[in-house]
Structure formats: C-alpha cells, structure tokens
C-alpha cells in the first residue's frame, strides 16, 4: 500500500496481522523483504493502524496512538538491535557505539549495529532516524539525510525541545 507523506511516498507491507515493512520511496533496501505478489488491502487492520499513526505522528500530534503489531523479517542480530531502536524516545537520539554497548558488545561493533539498523524494513515505526554518528552528526540513512533531518526536527518540534 502506497501512503503519501511529508518526505514522499511510503510503501507498508502487511503479513495480514503485522507491519512487515515501511520503506520511503528510493530508499536503499527499497522494498527488499517483500515476497510477490504483493496485493493491495485496505482493510488490512495492521496497515490502516499504520496510517493512523503517520497520520499522527506527521502532523506533530502527541500521544502518538499505539504503533501497529510489527512483524520485521532479519537476522537474530538484526532483530535485536531493531527491538534497541524501539525503546528510543520520540524527540531523543542515540549513537551507534551507545547501542553496541547496551548489546553487551565493544564500541568497535558500532559497524555491525550501523549495518542492523541501515537493513530496518519498517522506517519511521522503528525509529532508526534517531541514530547519529559518535560525534552527534547525521549519518547513514538509507532514506537519505534530508529526511533524516526533517524526522528529527519535527519530533523535536512537536516535543517542544
């Protein structure tokens, strides 16, 4: 299901019970776990929830709605370092070495979480926009720093940071 929004077109993907992906369009990893064919539903609960909360979440509307059941398809590793990204709150940011830490991992491991979290099939629901570099700057998106930013400002806004 194609979802339009401040930073382009969303594409949401559904197993019929979960979110299974939400890539900005162009994207690298666009699309990448998805299975054809793919079909179009909007009754599909887990999407309509989705919209609910971007619809929210964009226009800067606080409390967020509860987020749709998420169901990412990666690796053990992957998986732990996306449910990491979830428990960021709305308007703060972390490093990549922060989570490699709380991993129980060396801060030599920032690469492997940076990879983890670049591969995150389900954009802005698992917030990897709130990961920057050791220094504080913004790196590594795979939808692209401007949107990064943009993500990062408007939660800032609607936080009243």
């Not at 179009?40 to 887990?46: C, F, S, V």
């Not at 308007?91 to 922060?98: H, I, K, L, Q």
């Amino acid at each position: 299901m194609t979802v339009p929004s401040p930073v382009g077109n969303l594409l949401l993907t559904s197993n019929g019970s979960a979110v299974t992906g939400l890539w900005l369009e162009g994207q690298k990893y666009y699309a990448r776990t998805v299975q054809e064919p793919t079909r179009e539903n909007p009754d599909d609960p887990a999407l309509r929830q989705a919209q609910a909360w971007l619809a929210a979440y964009f226009a800067g509307e606080l409390p967020l709605p509860p987020l749709p059941p998420l169901a990412p398809e990666g690796t053990a590793f992957q998986r732990r370092v996306w449910k990491l990204l979830q428990a960021i709150p709305y308007g703060s940011t972390t490093t990549y070495g922060t989570l490699a830490r709380e991993l129980g991992l060396s801060p030599a491991s920032a690469r492997a979480v940076g990879s983890a979290v670049g591969h995150n099939p389900i954009s802005i629901l698992i917030p990897c926009h709130r990961v920057l570099g050791a220094d504080g700057r913004l790196t590594g998106y795979a939808g692209g720093l401007e949107r990064k930013r943009f993500l990062l400002e408007l939660e800032q806004r609607a936080a009243g940071s």
